[in-house]
């Protein structure tokens, strides 16, 4: 009996011990790793990554390499590996940047005479290339950088038209903006030269200094710029000598739209305003600023304290704010959507003197009044947006006064009613009259359509500085108005030789014409249809 109990526990272990598993085999995969030219096999548990299989494979891996599959894979079967040796490079080549061929036509010369007024030059730059390499193979090749060693400079061939316009004299220097150039006439309307030929002036800005020897313009941002900047604010100093070269002095100022223009009376001090550009219409945010900088006889620019900081600028102030600098330099007057007054120089606060309503374009656009100064800097003359019946909201009225805003003493007048939203009235120098007496006139716009003043055309008007006398001065009767815009004219800076009377150089059909008060003579000096903007100094 103890015998067959022992052969039952012995039998019993050895049961229990052949029913123990023992620990399964360990499964290996095969994988060919092509790299560096070559395939080499290695054995691999399964489920093991591709990382864990290169390591052990001793094949390292660089910051561009690709690995197909990729590193973090789990691998279950026999699998390939490769590794794709990536390499970049880079590459500084310079390019030859050839220049423009540029043709004025001039009506000062014969017809059909040609002139070289600037040999053309080729540009450099340097462009830097990325490329990348593959196994030790090109790619790709992508330049990644673009600098400019040395700009362009465009070939100008002046070639000559028939001057149809019998040329006159003209006092002082007047100055005009055709087709993005500027051009100079001294002595007579036949005497006429470019001296600007970058070809981009945008028209933003285009004015003479005080002493007609700078031009002030602004010039737009090319096109590999444009997203950056809408455009940038320059200088020319013009000799007077046509041989000598104009200089041009980069003011370091971008995005003026609305103003910039010389204190009179000043060794060329400068004051300008500035937006941010936008991509949304109408393309900026104005700042509502003013700033001031100072420009040197040998053309260095010195920035200077502001006197207005950047603000909301009140109503629609996001158009922005414009400003005109009184005839003594001393105060400077300012207009926006809202009011017309001054900006106080000592603590850059701005005063209301008008109080305006704004005017609801329900556009991209605002209304800004045009302003202007008497010659003695006690009065300016501005336009007032006053209510009517009839419409929704005082904001829509159409209803637009020319109006005086004594500075000293005395209330706003409005002294010619429903002269349109776009008068833009301009004070003339100091006139001495029959008596002896010194006195001035103002000329401005008035709308042929004064309740449609948005679109309508304008005739030329001008008048006495208290409103008395007004006379239609151009266009004859019959032909057609004005289109209104800013910088539309500007007063002669003396009495025409001819005639002795005052006049007004005007861009009317965007040619520029002279307007002589006396009797309202009228002489056309452009026929080429591409005048945009006019000074006279």
Not at 203 to 208: A, I, N, T
Not at 305 to 322: A, H, I, R, S
Request: glycine content about 8%; aromatic content about 8%.
């Amino acid at each position: 009996m103890r015998f067959f109990l022992g052969f039952l526990i012995l039998l019993a272990l050895a049961v229990t011990s052949c029913s123990t598993p023992s620990d399964a085999p360990q499964q290996f995969i095969q994988v060919n790793i092509v790299a560096d030219g070559g395939t080499r096999q290695v054995r691999a548990t399964v489920g093991s990554t591709v990382q864990e299989v290169l390591s052990a494979a001793g094949v390292e891996i660089g910051t561009l390499d690709r690995v197909e599959p990729a590193l973090p894979t789990s691998l279950t079967g026999d699998s390939q590996v490769e590794v794709v040796r990536v390499e970049e490079e880079y590459q500084v080549e310079q390019v030859v940047l050839p220049f423009e061929h540029r043709v004025l036509r001039n009506e000062s010369l014969p017809e059909g005479e040609s002139r070289l007024m600037q040999p053309g030059v080729n540009g450099l730059q340097e462009v830097t290339y990325r490329k990348v390499f593959e196994n030790g193979q090109e790619v790709s090749r992508h330049p990644v950088k673009t600098v400019i060693i040395t700009e362009a400079i465009p070939e100008i061939v002046m070639i000559g038209s028939q001057l149809p316009f019998a040329p006159f004299e003209v006092g002082g220097r007047l100055a005009y903006l055709a087709g993005g150039y500027a051009w100079l006439i001294e002595g007579d309307t036949g005497n006429r030269r470019p001296v600007i030929t970058t070809g981009d002036l945008d028209g933003r800005v285009f004015s003479l200094s005080p002493d007609a020897e700078w031009l002030l313009f602004t010039r737009r941002a090319p096109a590999e710029k444009a997203t950056e900047y809408i455009n940038s604010l320059w200088a020319a100093r013009l000799p007077s000598n046509p041989a000598l070269e104009v200089e041009l002095v980069d003011l370091n100022v971008q995005n003026v739209i609305h103003f910039a223009d010389w204190r009179p009376g000043s060794t060329y001090t400068i004051a300008y305003s500035t937006v941010e550009p936008r991509t949304s219409a109408p393309g900026w945010q104005a700042n509502n600023d003013l700033r001031l900088l100072s420009l040197n006889s040998s053309g260095q620019v010195k920035e200077l304290e502001p006197l207005l900081d950047t603000n909301m600028g009140g109503k629609y102030g996001w158009w922005g704010t414009t400003f005109a600098w009184s005839p003594d330099g001393q105060q400077i007057a300012y207009a926006r959507p809202d009011s017309v007054g001054l900006v106080n120089m000592e603590t850059g606060a701005v005063e209301p003197r008008l109080d305006i309503i704004p005017y609801q374009t329900r556009s991209d656009w605002a209304w800004v009044p045009g302003i202007c100064w008497t010659p003695d800097s006690k009065v300016l003359y501005t336009v007032d947006h006053l209510p009517s019946t009839g419409v929704t909201s005082p904001e829509e009225s159409p209803v637009f006064d020319l109006s005086a805003v004594p500075l000293e003493a005395g209330p706003n007048l409005h002294i010619v009613s429903q002269s349109g939203m776009f008068t833009y009235p301009l004070a003339s120098p100091v006139q001495v009259d029959e008596s002896g007496e010194s006195a001035s006139l103002v000329a401005y716009l008035q709308a042929i359509f004064p309740s449609q003043s948005d679109t309508s055309r304008y005739e030329l008007y001008i008048m006495d500085r208290d409103g008395s006398n007004r006379s239609l001065l151009f266009p004859t009767q019959g032909a057609p108005g004005l289109e209104p815009q800013i910088g539309w004219g500007v007063w002669s800076p003396g009495t025409l030789e001819e005639s002795g009377s005052y006049a007004l150089g005007i861009v009317y059909q965007d040619n520029l014409w002279i307007v002589d008060i006396s009797g309202g003579i009228t002489r056309q000096v452009t026929g080429d249809g591409l005048v945009v903007r006019v000074d006279w100094k």
